[in-house]
């Protein structure tokens, strides 16, 4: 049972190239986050997901583009990486709004 | 605008030196308050889920309590091993969002 896997697990990028992580779930699980984590800044919400085939966007949704075609895969991409975008990314997963969320490994991202 | 605020940032504790973290909030609608633990270079960890005020949830040496505008959790007796950070969420329509955490070491 993996649970929540998120791919790769590192990843330097140059500026201005292109990206996408990928995230997937073998719980069956409606809902879908993704999250960046910065020092000092906690986990902020960038795009969410209430099903196959839904988008919505968190607090910092800009640069970044999300999509579900599957119900166990969510993936997050970067169009055009910048240094900013230089984070740590999480991908969480739940079965309904009431219930906990699980969570992924993590992926180091370093645009330089 | 919903809004999780916890404190303190920071807290270094003696083996067995009880204390409580807080977790305070503003959000209509609350569908559920969340406790984590997250451990370096890791994802976190789901420890607790309190739904409505009054309502109280313990685990080995931590217990989480819930008001209207605040969540405690409180560490009894802690150990090295709980050196963490404990993150707090509040569920909100849709979106679940976090603080920015209480890192919390514990020295032998």
């Known amino acids: 049972n993996a649970g929540v896997t998120q791919t790769p697990k590192f990843r330097v990028l140059k500026t201005g190239q292109s990206m996408t992580l990928l995230c997937a779930q073998d719980?069956?699980?409606?809902?879908m986050y993704w999250y960046r984590q910065d020092p000092g800044m906690g986990l902020r919400l960038i795009h969410y997901?209430?099903?196959?085939?839904?988008?919505a966007k968190g607090e910092v949704p800009d640069g970044y583009n999300v999509s579900r075609l599957k119900k166990q895969n969510f993936l997050l991409g970067l169009e055009s990486a910048a240094p900013s975008q230089t984070s740590v990314y999480f991908c969480?997963?739940?079965?309904?709004?009431?219930?906990?969320?699980?969570f992924g490994q993590g992926t180091r991202l370093t645009v330089v | 605008e919903d809004q999780v605020t916890q404190s303190p940032e920071a807290l270094r504790l003696q083996e067995g030196e009880s204390s409580s973290l807080n977790c305070s909030y503003t959000?209509?609608?609350?569908?559920?308050l969340f406790w984590y633990r997250q451990d370096p270079g890791k994802g976190p960890e789901f420890l607790f889920t309190?739904?409505?005020a009054g309502e109280e949830k313990e685990k080995e040496r931590l217990k989480a309590t819930l008001t209207k505008k605040e969540s405690f959790l409180h560490i009894t007796a802690p150990k090295p091993e709980d050196s963490a950070t404990y993150l707090c969420?509040?569920?909100?329509?849709?979106?679940?969002?976090f603080g920015k955490g209480t890192s919390l070491l514990v020295t032998p």
């Open positions: 959000v209509s609608g609350l569908r559920g």
């Open positions: 969420a509040v569920q909100a329509g849709y979106e679940l969002n």
């Open positions: 969480a997963s739940r079965w309904a709004l009431n219930t906990e969320a699980f």
């Open positions: 997901s209430v099903g196959e085939g839904t988008t």
């Open positions: 719980m069956n699980h409606e809902y």
């Open positions: 309190l739904y409505s």
